[in-house]
């Protein structure tokens, strides 16, 4: 199964995944593009999908024996130099698999982590994707080594660990990580402090997966330059920044993308990070609408907002990239049932979305589209939080009809 790719970059690979009966063939493909893109983030090509249809990953490969001898096959014969899978591994199957295929094997999370360490710019974000990776790699020590000691080979993946680890021992990384752990929790009381002293102002988080124009919009809204990029997880650090919309002034902070099957030890790892979410009384849940699978997409994020924080709040709905929508109307003589790619954007917006009401909007950041709009939505919401706290401070507000 797959296409080949005219390669580019300096490793070429071969992406492996599952069809199982929770993953049907058409996510486990979705599944196998999004780890194509994670792949190209972080300077791979990929070569070739291969998808193998099991009741449950095999405990010892992931994969059946068959699909092992086809993979050698490929690997032998096109030269390639890493395998990576669409699911966690354990120890035991990393093992087991990079012995038989004699090459470098990782795996969906190894993957997110090493594109993190590129990414980290601040001491904070750095500390959390070492935690992180400390954590992943402390049970496979007897086989990390030789997948840490990349730097030589001029790879690009995990980038920042350092060659001295490949010496370290069970006792050094624990001792480390109990140190990366107080180093966390002193950050952490810094930043409540921080959030502390911002005082009252009304705090507004974007949120949504990754890769969907928060970045974007954080620029747009609060005038001053954030970095965007068309690639994974462009933005680690959060960002936060005062804006005022007319005389309202509030805060509103750019957060990290969400993913399907985000690492466990990157959620504990950036637990900071997402106190910004906790803490913040607006949410502005940014969804790319353009993408074919923006659904499941919001499902994603939803459920992630839904294990960091409880407590219900206020959510603003915003379909970015508007630009970008296309669809492909059915012939007026095909009766098979509508799908995702025969729905017109204006037929997307009667289905759930119109349940949602003022609380949803359609933009285009890049061609800003509709962004005077977005900010009469944000004031009226920021408006109701800001009244409830300073019921007095009515009179401060002008009456709206138009915004320029």
Not at 205 to 231: D, H, P, Q, R
Not at 372 to 392: A, C, D, G, S, T
Request: aromatic content about 8%.
């Amino acid at each position: 199964m797959g296409k080949e790719i005219i390669n580019t970059y300096e490793e070429k690979a071969i992406l492996v995944g599952l069809i199982t009966p929770q993953q049907n063939e058409e996510r486990a493909n979705e599944y196998l593009e999004e780890l194509a893109f994670l792949a190209k983030t972080n300077f791979i090509v990929p070569q070739k999908k291969f998808l193998q249809r099991l009741e449950f990953p095999n405990t010892h490969t992931y994969v059946g024996q068959g699909k092992l001898e086809e993979l050698k096959t490929y690997i032998d014969e096109h030269v390639i130099n890493v395998v990576i899978f669409d699911d966690e591994l354990s120890p035991k199957q990393l093992r087991n698999i990079e012995k038989y295929l004699s090459t470098k094997v990782l795996d969906r999370t190894i993957l997110i982590l090493d594109i993190f360490v590129q990414r980290a710019q601040t001491s904070y974000s750095k500390t959390q994707v070492e935690l992180a990776q400390l954590q992943y790699m402390l049970p496979r020590l007897t086989r990390m080594w030789t997948h840490l000691d990349r730097q030589r080979g001029g790879g690009a993946t995990s980038r920042g660990m350092g060659e001295t680890q490949i010496e370290t021992d069970k006792r050094i990384v624990q001792t480390r990580i109990a140190y990366l752990k107080d180093e966390l929790k002193k950050i952490d009381k810094q930043m409540a402090t921080q959030r502390k002293n911002r005082g009252k102002l009304v705090r507004v988080a974007l949120v949504g997966y990754t890769n969907v124009g928060k970045s974007t919009i954080m620029t747009l809204l609060s005038k001053t330059e954030v970095f965007a990029e068309n690639k994974l997880f462009a933005t680690l650090d959060t960002t936060v920044r005062k804006v005022t919309i007319e005389n309202l002034p509030f805060l509103l902070c750019d957060t990290v993308g969400f993913i399907r099957k985000l690492p466990h030890h990157l959620v504990e790892s950036f637990k900071s990070t997402l106190d910004e979410v906790r803490e913040a009384d607006i949410l502005v849940h940014v969804v790319d609408i353009s993408h074919p699978n923006f659904e499941e997409q919001v499902e994603v994020v939803n459920h992630t907002l839904s294990e960091i924080d409880k407590v219900e709040k206020p959510v603003i709905m915003v379909f970015n990239k508007i630009d970008a929508f296309t669809y492909t109307p059915k012939d007026e003589d095909d009766l098979t049932p509508r799908k995702k790619e025969n729905t017109s954007l204006e037929e997307f917006k009667q289905s759930w979305m119109s349940k949602m009401h003022d609380n949803c909007i359609f933009i285009s950041a890049k061609e800003k589209q509709n962004i005077n709009e977005l900010k009469m939505l944000l004031y009226h919401k920021i408006k109701e939080v800001h009244i409830q706290r300073f019921p007095y401070n009515d009179f401060l507000y002008p009456q709206l009809d138009s915004m320029e």
